[in-house]
């Protein structure tokens, strides 16, 4: 008998869209369609409880879908603690101090895990991507509408970094200085924005001395035209799952039973 495939469900909720799909847990790719939908204005709880629900039902009426239930892993822009949501970057305050876990569970009518988004693509990027097999300490940084983290080392992720809010050379929040967004917002070519760039991964480097850097987020497609305009000395190579790092990722961690 041909062995059956680990399958999982990530959802990904962003400010701009919530995506999601089946995983093949032992691929780390996604079976079938990918399902989207865009994020409802500001990003509200009941609104997004709502989208999440209809991509789950798209999720599941696939063909590739399999009739009994999947592990269900979501990530969203926010620190995670044990189930709770504690800030909310790009989506509705009321998110800060809410029992999010509990609530996708209820809504979803099934236990769910829920992490950081950036924490849910480097976990992607750790077990199935860019850093697939390295057991030393890998930094992941999503470089998007803000900049978001992941520390992972030996394979075991320490979550909700978020360093992207470093204060460094009089910027008190640097994402807003050196996110892809601001690099949009201000018209700033590549040699421009990875001066803002470089100092950030050095400061990084001092603080972690991570074995290597992974760049995760839309620009990791265009990684070749401006990662070698960072200047660091440690090795900073582009994501390999794109933009489906955060789905793997946190169907991953739903087949952990994260907490
Ligand atoms: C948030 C992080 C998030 C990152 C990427 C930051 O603004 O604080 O929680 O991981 O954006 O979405």
Redesign the pocket.
């Known amino acids: 008998m041909a062995k059956q495939r680990r399958l999982g469900i990530g959802i990904d909720i ?2 701009t869209g919530i995506k999601g799909g089946l995983v093949d847990l032992d691929k780390g790719r996604l079976v079938g369609e990918r399902c989207k939908v865009k994020t409802p204005s500001g990003a509200p709880i009941e609104p997004v409880l709502e989208a999440v629900t209809t991509v789950l039902d798209e999720i599941r009426a696939q063909k590739k879908a399999p009739a009994e239930p999947v592990p269900i892993g979501l990530c969203m ?3 995670v603690v044990h189930g709770e949501s504690r ?1 909310a ?2 989506i509705d305050a009321e998110w800060i101090g809410a029992p999010a876990r509990t609530l996708f569970s209820t809504t979803i009518g099934q236990p769910v895990s829920l992490v ?4 849910a693509a480097g976990i992607g990027e750790v077990r199935y991507g860019a850093a697939k097999g390295d057991t030393g300490s890998v930094m992941v940084i ?1 470089l ?6 992941a520390l992972i080392h030996g394979g075991h992720l320490f979550p909700n970094t ?1 360093l ?2 470093l204060e460094l050379d009089g910027h008190p929040d640097y ?1 807003r200085y050196a996110s892809a967004r601001a690099m949009e917002r201000e018209g700033l070519d590549y040699p421009e924005w990875c001066k803002r760039l470089t100092p950030y991964f050095r400061k990084l480097e001092r603080l972690f001395a991570p074995d290597e850097f992974i760049i995760s987020g839309g620009v990791s497609k265009r990684a070749d035209e401006f990662l070698p305009l960072i200047d660091i000395d440690t090795p900073i190579l582009a994501a390999k799952l794109k933009n489906n790092a955060g789905i793997v990722g946190a169907a991953a961690l739903g087949a952990d039973g994260w907490d």
């Open positions: 962003g400010g822009p926010s620190i800030t970057a790009n950081n988004d950036a924490d999503t998007g509408t803000g900049i978001g983290s978020e992207g809010h994402e």
